[in-house]
């Protein structure tokens, strides 16, 4: 801005500075409405935005509590079938202190002996030929493992000492497919009775370890790993690991001895994860009301600067409370993504879409929606306990399919629909559907690594056709556009004011020259 142009009323007597600002008080009124408005967009961004990461944490945590999800060896999330899960059949065993037990879905219910007559073992060598005083001496150290139809080997040429020594062999890699993976070779030194142990990871009777060296003399070890030996109900078995599965029981061993093992279906544990998901799932429910049948206070706008520097920061809070209030007021998609969820926990579970149990409805089971009161805008879910602990117990496999049944969505009946799963299925991918609908509307915010933990292509659309730019994000940047278009406005004003200004400055200071020009003439 020229300041040159700003000449205060040093000849008027008049405050222009002052003038000028109250004339660009009243102009500023067309930027702060655009801002107001574009501070509103943005906070309705913010509350899609909240909802949408709520949404996706009710997936992730609900998969988590029913096993529905495994973590990969490198952090990554995998799924993981309803007839696997390890909690729907409790296994107990009578002394843990030999074997401790657990099982899947897949397993009968049954009782029986288990005798542990000798544990699994790691192939061991216990060398006194490689020790400290001779460390140096000892070269071309070779330990060769063999598992089954697997060989690894690894060399150590030389060691400066026998810390040395532990240490190249405790970190050493070898190759499998393509890839440097650890041996399977532990070492230590009992430097008191001089001694070399090696140990394989794995067990069995079909695990080798060989140690060979050249030193003061050559010298070659080779000791074998043994099997785990156990009798269920009266047929000796043997397993290469203390850790293995009988009829879908997986079962450690921890000790020689006997216990007894009881296989069951768990109701109550079973019941307890449903109901803590209705729970969970009604929080949503009681969310998403109130987001939908929030009182808009139009009155209330967003806060200009000027009037926050004259308030409170409570009274700033209050009020933008109240500004906020009502934003997704009957928004179509939260509408639309609860209203299908709704619908879809109650269609028949057909045949064709690979149901083969007993219950064709969820209500069949004790899980219904609430009924109607005043002031409630429903949708939340009952269940009755005794209902559902019965159909557990008589049917648990039948309960497990209706609840937990992967969806198809490649498989289409004649109509084209998406074969449907089961009643949790059914809930997490309508709001899976949700969630894109609202990321095509507000965005990701920070939260897109999250999205994709949810599903890992539900930012496809929104990158490929989008530009993952979201609808809220273009009418914001056309907000800021015409903003900085009304700032330019504003600016080319406030200048022209001031030149206008400064111009009636300079003819009252000419007048008042020739005034005191002609009081000096009529003086003479």
């Given at each position: ?186 070492a230590f030194y009992d430097k008191e009775n001089r001694k070399l142990f090696l140990q ?5 009777e079909n695990v080798e370890i060989k140690l060979s060296y050249e030193g003061e003399s ?24 203390n850790r293995f599965t009988i009829n879908n029981i997986n079962i450690e061993a921890k ?270």
């Open positions: 801005m020229n300041n040159n142009l700003r000449i205060t009323g040093l000849a008027s007597g008049i405050d222009t500075e002052e003038m000028v600002q109250n004339l660009m008080r009243a102009e500023r009124v067309k930027v702060d409405r655009v801002e107001q408005d574009r501070q509103t967009l943005l906070w309705r961004q913010e509350i899609y935005n909240d909802l949408n990461k709520d949404f996706a944490n009710f997936i992730l945590n609900s998969r988590k509590a029913f096993g529905l999800t495994s973590v990969r060896y490198d952090g990554t999330l995998v799924p993981n079938s309803y007839k696997n899960l390890n909690w729907v059949k409790k296994g107990t065993s009578s002394d843990e202190t030999i074997a401790t037990v657990s099982t899947t879905g897949k397993a009968m219910d049954s009782n029986f002996e288990l005798e542990i007559k000798e544990l699994a073992k790691s192939a061991i060598i216990v060398d006194d030929g490689i020790n400290e005083e001779c460390i140096r001496n000892i070269k071309d150290i070779k330990i060769e493992v063999k598992v089954g139809d697997e060989n690894r080997e690894i060399t150590i040429d030389s060691a400066d000492s026998m810390d040395d020594l532990i240490k190249k062999i405790n970190t050493s890699k070898v190759k499998k497919d393509d890839k440097d993976v650890s041996s399977g070779i532990s394989t990871a794995e067990t069995g050559s010298k070659s070890t080779l000791s074998q790993g043994s099997s785990a030996k156990v009798v269920y109900n009266g047929v000796e078995l043997k397993y290469s690991s000790s020689i001895g006997k216990t007894s093992v009881t296989i069951a279906t768990d109701v109550d544990g079973i019941y307890e994860k449903v109901d803590q998901f209705v729970k969970d799932y009604n929080e949503l429910v009681d969310k998403t009301n109130k987001l939908l049948g929030e009182k808009r206070y139009r009155d209330y706008k967003p806060l200009t600067a000027e009037q926050k520097k004259g308030m409170e920061k409570a009274d700033v809070d209050l009020w933008e409370e109240k500004a906020k209030s009502g934003l997704l007021r009957s928004d179509d998609i939260i509408s639309r993504t609860m209203l299908n969820t709704r619908q879809s926990i109650y269609k028949e579970f057909k045949t064709e879409d690979g149901f083969s149990g007993t219950f064709k409805l969820i209500t069949e089971i004790g899980i219904s929606t609430e009924q109607y009161s005043r002031g409630s805008a429903g949708g939340k879910l009952v269940i009755d306990e005794q209902k559902l602990k019965d159909a557990i117990a008589k049917n648990p496999e039948d309960v497990m399919e209706l609840l937990f049944k992967e969806s198809a969505p490649e498989v289409v009946d004649e109509k084209g629909n998406p074969q449907l799963g089961g009643f949790v299925t059914r809930i997490q991918d309508n709001l899976m559907s949700g969630m894109e609908e609202i990321i095509k509307k507000s965005g990701t915010g920070e939260n897109a690594d999250l999205y994709r933990g949810v599903k890992g292509n539900i930012l496809l659309d929104f990158v490929s056709k989008h530009s993952s730019i979201s609808l809220i994000d273009k009418d914001v940047l056309q907000y800021s556009r015409k903003i900085d278009d009304l700032n330019e406005m504003l600016f080319r004003k406030e200048n022209n004011y001031y030149a206008k200004f400064a111009a009636m400055e300079k003819a009252i200071s000419r007048m008042n020259q020739q005034s005191g020009w002609l009081m000096q003439q009529s003086m003479k």
